[in-house]
């Protein structure tokens, strides 16, 4: 997953957090016990309304259309070409604006002359920010007819946000989407099936990398994707296990840069005894205790598996993957080539030119890594344990809701940013590896400026030997809980053994109480 | 009659007096005992916010006692943080408030000074006092570094993570309990002072005989909030902490907050938080039966 920033922007106060739940709670659960179905609560209010402003302001969810009085006859004529079929609300509103308020203006002829208002949510650290800024004003200047409004919120706020809009119908036209989510999204039916879409316009999903497809398929109600309709398309396919070094430490100590073949027991710890120097607060490397994609690779690396492929429990006690824990803890512990990790650090350790090897989770550390002036680095292939190397992936991309009132307008949009040349190019300078095959192999992408040299290995572990982790229904929580529990060992309170065991009975809980009548 | 009953009922002065109240009166109805009651009921259900909420009677509240560590963990946070902070936060404002009292040089710099805190963003000072506590760059070991202290990492640590977090607590809440301390000080009149004088009381018997009996209303009133208030305790931990290392800050808000709103456990998180209001009101239905045995109101 991309983009944590886990120092955010806080923006619930105490106060607002629990009136917001609790008034959302109230207003939801009416309109449950009243019709069955939570998002009528919006629409069922605009027929009613008197005039067109009280009826707009009513459906304040991210709607286009009639709100500007001068297109009153062109947003009846989009209402027609794109909403029609399922709006009635919209449809009264537009009508009610003609009729009303309009008359003087004389409305340009057909659709062109409306300004359309789409509205894009993601999450976004501040060079993401950027990317997705960038992206807007290009799409708007090529479309001067539409507006995008973007929503930015740091990862963990964001998938409360979009649910709470969900929940509320009040959801933007495109949000972006992860593979850890995607599931929930599409179980609670709330996403928009692209097939459709993808046909009018010929698309050829053959650019793609086929994982950057298949993740986002899912049957009619299956828990896990790979078949079925298409629910969101890819902008990238993050390598979240990407290993970051520091050549200007490997240079001074003389030892050779990380290579292809290179092994976590043999290479990367004798590399990291040598280049372990207490007395100047040097260290050999950043252990690889972050989740997804550092510790979870070790696992698979070594045999194991975070959880049962029945999902059903969690398997992190199990001797191979044990033995991949207990090999990250004798890193800190054992031989002393690590510190613990520091959830404080308001730097990214890595860029104080401290630390000789880093096992991050996101080869999107790239984007800030390229500010790094004191020292020199690049990027390796993640090494490999005893039963070869597996490497994780993640690809993100963007789903239109349902919800949307203009979902032509809004795939055009999604056509720029995740499969047009344009829109993946802009996106890619974050650091992870574009979605589209050719771009991904391409100069253009690789040699951008600031890039590390070793970049293309990465194309390599998407082709050979990458996979995802499991996603699925409770994910959120049981990724969380399982690494606290692990943290445990990485901060030396208790065993790898122990910790492991921990990790364990909470994913166990999690799992178990998955559809049945708990919390 | 009827028209002499109207004018009497549009003179009276409970008519206008309901009409200015009603504003408030309809946003506490709608805004506050509307969701109070909604979520009494949520609490009864199993609910992701999206699809329909299912009843499921108790199970949430016995799920909590039975099954999840986590409640108990942060409800033990919470104490810890309550017992510390309030005690602390009192005694310590008090002694401002009494500093603030004289007639020193510059008094409303120094009063303006530790105000300043209580109107800032719980937010702005998290994020300003996690710089503080960084443990490569922040300001705090570099002055401990200078006395020869290794580096200590603050919020990593389990075992120093919540001190931390209620040192941050306590120097934000100080300078509201100081107004309202230093308000009931400035209520005492002096000539109970000047005759203790006369009457041969030093200094520390002035203050025990005559300013804590007099302020004892005031300890109370700050004491009750402070206690309130710590119970509740969530932005300083949301942003500094996220609950971690280890779930060593993980309050009883903030876990209600993870229920709810990254779970989208909304019936456990309605559960939780009317465990906390139980937990509120029993502290302070004590406190306001103990105060019969030492507040003085005069």
Same mark, same amino acid.
């Given at each position: ?66 709100? /500007? ?17 399922? /709006? /009635?609300?919209?449809?009264?509103? $537009? ?145 979240? /296990? ?48 972050? $989740? ?228 | 009659?009827? =028209?002499?009953?109207?004018? =009497? ?17 309809? #946003? ?26 299912? !009843?499921? #009677?108790?199970? *949430? ?27 602390? #936060? ?10 603030? *009292? ?26 300003? !006092? ?17 006395? #020869? ?21 306590? !120097? ?33 018997? =002035? ?84 105060? =019969? ?6």
């Amino acid at each position: 997953m991309s983009a944590f920033d886990q120092g955010g922007l806080g923006r619930f106060s105490r106060r607002s957090v629990i009136a917001g739940a609790l008034v959302t709670g109230a207003g939801a659960l009416l309109a449950a016990c009243g019709s069955g179905a939570v998002v009528t609560t919006a629409s069922s209010s605009a027929p009613a309304a008197t005039s067109a402003s009280q009826a707009v302001s009513a459906t304040t969810a991210a709607q286009t259309s009639s709100a /500007s009085a001068s297109s009153a006859s062109a947003s009846s004529a989009v209402a027609s070409t794109s909403v029609a079929p399922t /709006s /009635s609300a919209a449809v009264t509103t $537009a009508a009610a604006t003609s009729s009303a308020a309009a008359t003087p203006v004389p409305a340009a002829p057909g659709a062109s002359g409306a300004a359309t208002t789409l509205t894009w949510g993601g999450w976004a650290d501040t060079v993401q920010m950027g990317i997705f800024n960038d992206i807007i004003a290009a799409y708007q200047k090529a479309n001067p007819t539409i507006k995008v409004n973007a929503q930015f919120a740091p990862w963990s706020d964001y998938w409360q946000k979009v649910q709470t809009q969900l929940a509320s119908n009040t959801a933007p036209d495109l949000i972006e989407m992860s593979v850890a989510y995607i599931g929930n999204f599409v179980a609670k039916n709330v996403v928009l099936n692209l097939d459709s879409y993808v046909q009018t316009r010929k698309l050829d999903l053959g650019r793609y990398w086929p994982v950057d497809v298949a993740t986002w398929r899912f049957a009619a109600g299956s828990k896990v994707g790979g078949q079925g309709p298409l629910y969101a398309m890819s902008y990238d396919a993050s390598i979240n /296990s990407t290993f970051f070094y520091n050549k200007t430490l490997f240079d001074k100590a003389k030892l050779p840069y990380p290579t292809d073949s290179w092994t976590w027991e043999k290479d990367v710890l004798s590399a990291a005894k040598a280049l372990t120097d207490p007395a100047s607060q040097q260290w050999g490397m950043l252990a690889p205790y972050v $989740a997804d994609g550092a510790w979870t690779s070790l696992v698979w690396e070594w045999g194991g598996d975070t959880i049962s492929s029945d999902y059903s429990k969690g398997t992190l006690s199990q001797p191979e993957a044990l033995a991949a824990l207990q090999f990250i803890y004798d890193l800190v512990y054992t031989q002393k080539v690590s510190p613990p990790p520091d959830s404080s650090a308001k730097v990214p350790p890595f860029t104080t030119g401290k630390f000789a090897m880093y096992f991050s989770n996101c080869d999107c550390e790239i984007s800030s890594f390229k500010k790094i002036t004191s020292f020199e680095w690049d990027v390796a292939r993640w090494p490999a344990g005893p039963k070869g190397r597996v490497v994780e992936m993640e690809p993100d991309g963007h789903a239109i809701t349902k919800s949307t009132k203009q979902p032509d307008q809004t795939f055009d949009f999604l056509k720029f940013v995740v499969y047009d040349d344009d829109g993946i190019m802009r996106q890619s300078t974050y650091g992870t590896l574009p979605a589209v095959q050719s771009l991904a192999q391409s100069d253009k992408y690789l040699k951008q400026p600031g890039f590390p040299a070793g970049k293309y290995l990465q194309l390599k572990d998407i082709v050979e030997g990458s996979r995802e982790n499991y996603f699925g229904q409770g994910w959120a929580e049981w990724e969380d809980k399982s690494d606290k529990a692990l943290q445990q060992a990485w901060l030396g309170k208790k065993s790898a053994a122990d910790a492991a065991k921990d990790a364990d009975a909470a994913i166990d809980s999690v799992l178990q109480h998955l559809g049945g009548s708990l919390f | 009659m009827a =028209r002499g009953t109207l004018v =009497r009922l549009l003179e009276s002065e409970r008519i206008t007096a309901y009409v200015l109240l009603l504003p408030t009166l309809v #946003g506490l109805l709608l805004f506050t005992l509307g969701p109070v009651v909604a979520g009494f009921l949520i609490s009864f259900t199993r609910w992701d916010l999206t699809s329909a909420p299912q !009843w499921v #009677g108790l199970a *949430n509240y016995q799920a909590m006692l039975s099954q999840d560590p986590l409640s108990r963990i942060s409800l033990g946070n919470t104490s810890y943080f309550v017992v510390v902070t309030v005690p602390a #936060g009192v005694v310590l404002s008090l002694l401002i408030a009494m500093a603030m *009292n004289q007639k020193i040089r510059g008094v409303v710099f120094y009063r303006t000074a530790f105000f300043l805190p209580v109107v800032s963003s719980t937010v702005a000072i998290a994020l300003i !006092w996690e710089w503080l506590y960084e443990p490569q760059y922040g300001l705090l070991n570099y002055v401990l570094g200078m006395v #020869g202290v290794p580096p200590v990492r603050w919020l990593a640590n389990p075992s120093t993570a919540m001190p931390a977090i209620m040192i941050v607590s306590i !120097w934000r809440g100080l300078g509201f309990n100081m107004v309202i301390f230093l308000a009931g000080l400035q209520a005492i009149p002096r000539e109970l002072y000047e005759a203790a004088e006369i009457d041969g009381a030093a200094a520390f018997a =002035r203050f025990r005989s005559v300013t804590i009996p007099l302020l004892s209303p005031t300890i109370f009133f700050v004491t009750v909030l402070s206690i309130i208030n710590s119970f509740q305790v969530f932005d300083q931990t949301y942003v500094m902490t996220q609950g971690g290392p280890l779930n060593a800050t993980t309050t009883i808000v903030f876990y209600i907050f993870q229920q709810g709103f990254q779970w989208f456990h909304m019936g456990y998180a309605a559960a939780l938080g009317y465990i906390l209001f139980a937990v509120i009101l029993v502290f302070t239905l004590l406190q306001f039966k103990l105060q =019969r045995t030492w507040v003085h109101y005069e």
